[in-house]
């Protein structure tokens, strides 16, 4: 019987040692409104993505509360047996309210996005992909077997060279709508317009943007004046500002039945819990009202106001980036700022590009006035 040799790694040697100034930590934490708990202190949190302050809104605790008296699980896959009728309705609502004609509930954001290329793709067709994109997009780009093609990001005149170079049958151009460690945002009329002329689809993935930024927060599409066009699949989250937790695809009706024949990972997946539902359409109803998306941008302005001149990369979205440059200064300014109360997590390669560690500050509705005013005193002091 073959055994192995002295130096063969087994599961305690399988991975090469990473630094302490790239070793991540899943802190063990516990959130009450905007203030987190780490390590036996309260701190003010600047790092969720929850934009409005859903996920701890009475209403939408009440929604998922009311959904749990019934039960916990959905017990099986959509296709099986876990379809709950209020799964059709959100699909309905999110449909109507984004500008589409059909909706798809997936699991999570991670799950829609690699499903959904896997579903579109294979290794006939063409990808073009923002070189900035969120990693499931580039997973799903990577695990449907298509020809990859990656473009500066937000250099369209790159874009379309690749698209006058690479020609086949089926292409689709994959872009986030506001990219999650930037936090600028696409041109979406300039993608669906390359999309038009080089005869491709476009997938946005308005994750970030969804709840925050346009017109009643219905994200970078909706700005555009693009939403519900033929060509377009839009990506969408609960997992941020809605407070909650699944993803949705947005597009025609005939794109939406091929991927409910057709995308792993909604067949495949146990359909989400109904209290994750029940919570995401309550949380809808308080972002169609308007209220909480006009205190987001209320406390944004005041952000930018009183940081115009500490250097943050530019940015309209919730998400306001200070590039730092080092993982060592990245940590040191994290630590500082813990220790005045303040929760911003260093965030270093290989999530961001090597050399770009930086501080990544997210603002929500949910935050006071006086916080804010405090952490940009602390922030000026720090630096």
Excluded at 322 to 339: F, H, M, S
Excluded at 362 to 371: L, R, V
Aim: charged share 20%; net charge negative; proline share 4%.
């Amino acid at each position: 019987m073959p055994t192995s040799m002295p130096d063969m790694p087994d599961s305690r040697n399988w991975f090469s040692d990473i630094s302490d100034s790239r070793r991540r930590h899943f802190l063990a934490s516990r959130r009450e409104g905007v203030l987190i708990h780490v390590g036996g202190n309260s701190l003010v949190n600047f790092a969720s993505n929850d934009y409005l302050g859903l996920s701890f809104h009475p209403a939408v605790c009440d929604g998922a509360r009311g959904a749990l008296d019934e039960a916990v699980g959905s017990g099986a896959s959509r296709l099986v047996s876990g379809d709950d009728p209020m799964l059709h309705r959100l699909e309905t609502k999110l449909a109507e309210w984004k500008g589409y004609e059909a909706c798809l509930i997936a699991g999570s954001g991670m799950l829609a996005n690699i499903g959904l290329l896997q579903a579109l793709a294979d290794r006939h067709t063409h990808i073009f992909g923002d070189r900035l994109n969120h990693a499931s997009l580039v997973d799903g780009t990577r695990l449907s077997g298509a020809k990859s093609h990656r473009f500066s990001h937000l250099n369209y005149t790159a874009l379309a060279a690749l698209l006058e170079r690479h020609v086949s049958e089926k292409r689709i151009i994959v872009s986030d709508g506001v990219f999650s460690m930037d936090g600028d945002s696409a041109n979406a009329a300039s993608l669906l317009s390359l999309a038009e002329a080089f005869d491709t689809l476009l997938v946005i993935d308005d994750a970030h943007g969804t709840g925050t930024v346009g017109p009643e927060g219905r994200g970078v599409t909706a700005t555009a004046g693009i939403a519900g066009h033929p060509r377009l699949i839009e990506v969408g989250t609960f997992g941020k500002a809605f407070g909650s937790y699944g993803a949705f695809i947005l597009g025609t009706r005939e794109l939406i039945e091929g991927l409910r024949q057709r995308q792993r990972t909604v067949i495949y997946s146990t359909a989400l819990p109904v209290a994750m539902i029940a919570a995401a359409e309550s949380a809808l109803t308080l972002i169609r009202k308007g209220e909480l998306v006009e205190q987001l941008n209320q406390n944004l302005d005041l952000f930018k106001q009183r940081t115009a001149d500490i250097g943050f990369m530019e940015s309209e979205s919730p998400i306001q980036p200070l590039l730092v440059g080092t993982d060592e200064k990245a940590l040191q300014i994290a630590n500082a700022l813990r220790e005045a109360g303040f929760f911003v997590p260093a965030i270093r390669p290989p999530t961001v590009p090597e050399g770009t560690a930086r501080l990544r500050f997210t603002i929500t509705a949910a935050h006071s006035p006086e916080q804010i005013e405090a952490l940009a005193a602390t922030l000026r002091r720090v630096l």
